[in-house]
């Protein structure tokens, strides 16, 4: 990589990491990666680190989007602490390639919500409705049962968005893309907003 955004501002500089994450996400699925959504999403609650693999439904200007039970354990966390990391790794570019985000976290709007379960499949919608996620579940049989007391409820007509399921946007301060290379030399830049705005700055690998 050059340094040619030595004195870029600081809308330059957030563009072109948000361009950069594109590029990437693209480069991953060109490559065949079977799941380039995927990433690690690491909550916190009572000073307990969480993480889990979630997919990444949608990345703007205003940040990176998921969705999920508001009432699962990860929901819990963000009611609690509304900050969150996320992690990608994407091992068909080159040596492999991460990219680290960390910020504050916020509940999309209902809107937004409905237009995505809108395009979920019907069994996933159904889903949604089932689960009591991350809750102690006696048996399967009891889980299979709620599936198929959803099917009837809402049999011959659209399934509604559940208000407890919905999505969040992890706003960034941090982006970091992490460049594998030969004998772990690898290279490291990170975006980072402050009061100044963003900046740039190389870290030692």
């Avoid at 809308?11 to 079977?34: I, K």
């Avoid at 949608?58 to 929901?75: L, P, Q, V």
């Avoid at 900050?83 to 091992?91: D, G, I, P, R, S």
């Avoid at 979920?120 to 049989?141: H, K």
Wanted: net charge neutral.
């Amino acid at each position: 990589m050059t340094n040619t955004l030595e004195n870029a501002d600081s809308a330059t500089l957030h563009r072109t990491a948000l361009a950069t994450f594109d590029d990437l996400l693209a480069q991953a699925r060109v490559a065949g990666d079977p799941e380039p959504t995927a990433m690690t999403l690491a909550t916190i609650r009572g000073g307990r680190p969480h993480a889990r693999i979630v997919l990444l439904k949608g990345a703007d200007a205003r940040g990176f989007r998921f969705f999920t039970n508001y009432d699962s354990a990860k929901g819990d966390d963000l009611a609690v602490h509304a900050q969150a990391a996320l992690c990608f790794h994407w091992k068909t570019l080159r040596n492999g390639v991460q990219v680290r985000v960390e910020g504050c976290v916020e509940k999309l709007s209902a809107q937004e919500s409905d237009a995505y379960f809108a395009t979920r499949a019907r069994g996933s919608q159904l889903g949604a409705w089932a689960s009591l996620q991350s809750q102690p579940l006696p048996n399967r049989a009891e889980f299979d049962a709620r599936y198929v007391e959803a099917e009837r409820r809402f049999a011959g007509g659209d399934v509604p968005r559940p208000p407890h399921w919905g999505g969040y946007l992890v706003v960034p301060d941090r982006i970091e893309f992490w460049y594998g290379a030969d004998f772990r030399l690898h290279e490291r830049v990170l975006y980072r907003l402050d009061a100044d705005g963003w900046s740039r700055q190389w870290l030692y690998p």
